[in-house]
């Protein structure tokens, strides 16, 4: 009995990138940053540092502002996305503050550099912050007007050499189809990049998703919001949907 706990609870995976959108941390409204549950997500991620798994997050900034909406309400586009871009890094911040709460040391990088608040993005640095068991926080996206923070997953996940992308949502998995709109709708454990294109499934947008097939970079979509449920993905459970090869 006691081989087959020790056996259950090995990490899968050694270095994990997680994808949290900004709206994850604006809770059940996903506006603003609900305190309750970036704790929940903070603690989370303690559970994962324990199992000696090495971390590194992206945060979204859509609970505070996202660049394409608002240059449809008159913003130019990359004004926009330069402020959606500084809201990933308020969120980047404040998961920083709830991690380290718990104990957990912490690194923010941001691509767009404000040193009194964050380290600039520098590859051998956030491995070096990994090395010595850090978590490391990606904020400001790829730097870049036109790219979203799911680009910026699929970029940071092929330079730091991750062993697969933890896209947290707020549903259970892919599915044929809208489930919330569809009862009949049926979940995928695993499907194919090939096969997520041709069904055209919204898995991440076209850039990042082409990002992570041309380097073979592994995504499982998950629900964020079951307990411990981070945890258990890294420990290969059958929980979400596994997009690979």
């Given at each position: 009995m006691d081989t087959t706990q020790k056996t259950s609870n090995k990490p899968r995976y050694k270095r994990v990138l997680l994808k949290?959108?900004?709206?994850?941390?604006?809770?059940k409204a996903g506006k603003g940053i609900c305190p309750e549950v970036i704790h929940d997500i903070a603690g989370q991620i303690g559970e994962v540092r324990k199992l000696g798994v090495e971390l590194v997050v992206v945060v979204g900034g859509g609970n505070i502002f996202r660049g394409l909406p608002g240059s449809e309400q008159g913003i130019e586009r990359v004004t926009g996305d330069y402020m959606g871009m500084l809201a990933t890094v308020i969120n980047a911040l404040a998961l920083q503050d709830a991690l380290e709460k718990l104990g957990v040391e912490t690194r923010v990088q941001s691509a767009i550099e404000m040193f009194e608040v964050a380290e600039p993005f520098i590859l051998r640095r956030a491995v070096r912050h990994l090395d010595k068991g850090?978590?490391?926080?990606?904020?400001g996206g790829t730097g870049n007007p036109y790219f979203s923070t799911d680009t910026a997953s699929a970029l940071r996940a092929s330079e730091i050499g991750v062993d697969v992308i933890l896209k947290a949502t707020k549903v259970d998995g892919i599915y044929d189809k809208d489930p919330q709109k569809y009862p009949d709708a049926v979940k995928y454990e695993t499907i194919t990049y090939e096969e997520a294109l041709q069904q055209r499934l919204k898995v991440m947008?076209?850039?990042?998703?082409?990002?992570?097939?041309?380097?073979?970079?592994?995504?499982?979509?998950?629900?964020?919001?079951?307990?411990?449920?981070?945890?258990?993905?890294?420990?290969?459970?059958?929980?979400?949907?596994?997009?690979?090869?």
């Amino acid at each position: 009995m006691d081989t087959t706990q020790k056996t259950s609870n090995k990490p899968r995976y050694k270095r994990v990138l997680l994808k949290l959108s900004g709206e994850a941390l604006g809770g059940k409204a996903g506006k603003g940053i609900c305190p309750e549950v970036i704790h929940d997500i903070a603690g989370q991620i303690g559970e994962v540092r324990k199992l000696g798994v090495e971390l590194v997050v992206v945060v979204g900034g859509g609970n505070i502002f996202r660049g394409l909406p608002g240059s449809e309400q008159g913003i130019e586009r990359v004004t926009g996305d330069y402020m959606g871009m500084l809201a990933t890094v308020i969120n980047a911040l404040a998961l920083q503050d709830a991690l380290e709460k718990l104990g957990v040391e912490t690194r923010v990088q941001s691509a767009i550099e404000m040193f009194e608040v964050a380290e600039p993005f520098i590859l051998r640095r956030a491995v070096r912050h990994l090395d010595k068991g850090r978590v490391v926080i990606f904020g400001g996206g790829t730097g870049n007007p036109y790219f979203s923070t799911d680009t910026a997953s699929a970029l940071r996940a092929s330079e730091i050499g991750v062993d697969v992308i933890l896209k947290a949502t707020k549903v259970d998995g892919i599915y044929d189809k809208d489930p919330q709109k569809y009862p009949d709708a049926v979940k995928y454990e695993t499907i194919t990049y090939e096969e997520a294109l041709q069904q055209r499934l919204k898995v991440m947008d076209s850039t990042a998703f082409s990002l992570c097939m041309d380097n073979k970079m592994p995504i499982i979509v998950f629900n964020l919001f079951k307990p411990l449920n981070i945890k258990k993905v890294i420990l290969g459970k059958k929980i979400g949907t596994m997009v690979g090869e």
